[in-house]
């Protein structure tokens, strides 16, 4: 038994409490200041007002001003925070971190650098640590297809945990593996977290087929398309050869770029990519956004339609397609690689129709070519 | 403008005629000798029973016995029987072919040898050509997501044309490209036509988390069943997770089978494999068998409630893991490479329960590692 204590208590940060403590570890749960009311609830009666469940009963919930307390004697940190909460991770928890005590982030995203670099979390959080700390601390990552509510609620998902000390990897996943938490190990950051960040962008490319072919069948208003894009719910005008073309077009390009950052491309093709991607485009705010804009709904309304929520898929398509843009200046890459990637910033941008640049998509390399 | 005959009226034979009309050629529809009266149903009212749609009133519809009129003077012949027509193609119309016309072939499988051998079906029809004729009529094939209903209704496709000859693929990807109908090029036939072959039978994988997870929320006739396997049907217990990890080990596993067939791996993770894989298991049998047998149902059963219908999915399992068994015999391949195929055979051979063994599956190769 260890002490696992998880930063972050938002949906799949506290949802990693489940296989924690079903292989009985300690959990300690902390709340980030915005999470405050979530660690009343749980303290209060145990029950996550966002991931809508009971927590498991032995998960301690601790308010942010009781972190030093949580941190201490912890065996493993999972960061849990979102993407938009990575510095205030930087900012306040690395600087607390214990020497060769692993960190597993479930945050995922790129970070952009100045120069066109896209830097991956894990990557980027250990340039953050203090200097006596640096390569003293292994950072692992999580990449792979997983719904924080069916994490909670047992169900099979299979992930991939990356990290550069493969020992801290295995280490971590023995932590957490579990009969429904299925863990593979990978020593390729930049591959497997390259996906996981890249594959909200590209869940709201196919997802614009979907709002394209609702709209033929009549205009909703905003509680309506909610709900049409819940989990299970039913396609009004099911047409599937567009999201289709749009999903391989989607592994392509992530394939592309993740051999742009290093990686092992055909991880886009595999788990990290193609499973994350099918997952991603099931329900949730990233095909809602998707498909408002393929509805022709400008961004700015549509932002404000999903109340204004941060979208990270907004995020990692600004910050992807500028370090594009600044390699391409430099000769590094073709922006023609990357068709649909430009087409969702500039629907996005610059109020472009939705209607993806089809004829401009396709394989290429040793054994297809594209259509023109 | 040049003509183009269609052997076989069946729905994806008969969905190319919207592309060849469109762009202006002459199309006869050949119906093989078990698509009588849907000749006569075009012939009367220019309504196709099984597409359910008016076809382009330009197409000539003719029955089997003008064959050899309707071959005259064509410029291209498409195959459009199914894989279990391949024979009665094989022996009836290859020997009227014409030297240097080009062959279109829309049959998608993979034909078992004798030595574990697994040849993609236009490798099978060259070698089923008569001696004089071997070499000088180009066969090419169809691999990428395209649901018939969808071409036929001008929704925006995107598919490949393989071939081993590269101009007579570029003549005929020429003659049907469309403003909607997106088909990009390869010379791989053995890897775009073994995943075409091979996402039949993955589909059925995934689909076995659909039918156990719709089994927790209650039992089902089979005339419900069939309703909820349709396009666009609401999922009854939306569970993703696991689906997402049977998506990507069935693009794992179809890129390994791919590179035993000799083609390029990689295209199992982009729009012959994933992106068709995608489509698939949207509905149609093969998401209707694999969510029957998910819900426990044996095989002799499933195959009664669905009419016993050819089944392509149950063909491809039969066939490749006969082969995979064969070669495994000779120490060329490990069967632990494939355990979701091996499941998939077991549920379908062995009454196996429908459980997949997802503590078995993983990425290997240089960048992950199974989880044991």
Known sequence: MSIITIVGAGMMGSAMS????????????????LDRAIIDSIRTSGYHPTLRRQMPESVEACQVEELDRALEGADLVIGGVSSFGVEWFADHVLPKLR???????ITKGLNGGGDGELIPFPHHLESRLPPEKRGRIPFCAVGGPCISFELADRRHTMVVFCGSDGRAVSKVRRMLTTGYYHVSESTDVAGVEGCAALKNAYA?????AVGIADREVGELDSESAKALCSPGAPDRNPVYNPQAALFAQSCLEMSRIVRLLGGDETLAGVLPGAGDLFVTIFGGRTRRLGSLLGRGIPFPEAREMLHNVTLEAVAIIRCVSRALRLRAERGEVRLSDFPLLFH?????????????????????????CPAE
């Open 18 to 33: 489940r296989p924690a403590t079903d292989n009985g570890h300690r959990v300690r749960l902390v709340g980030t200041p």
């Open 204 to 208: 709201m490319g196919v997802s614009l």
């Open 99 to 105: 020497m060769n005590v692993p960190v597993l982030s």
């Open 344 to 368: 969702m910033e500039a629907v996005l941008e610059g109020g472009a129709p939705p209607e993806p640049p089809y004829a401009l998509f396709g394989e290429t390399g040793k054994s297809a």
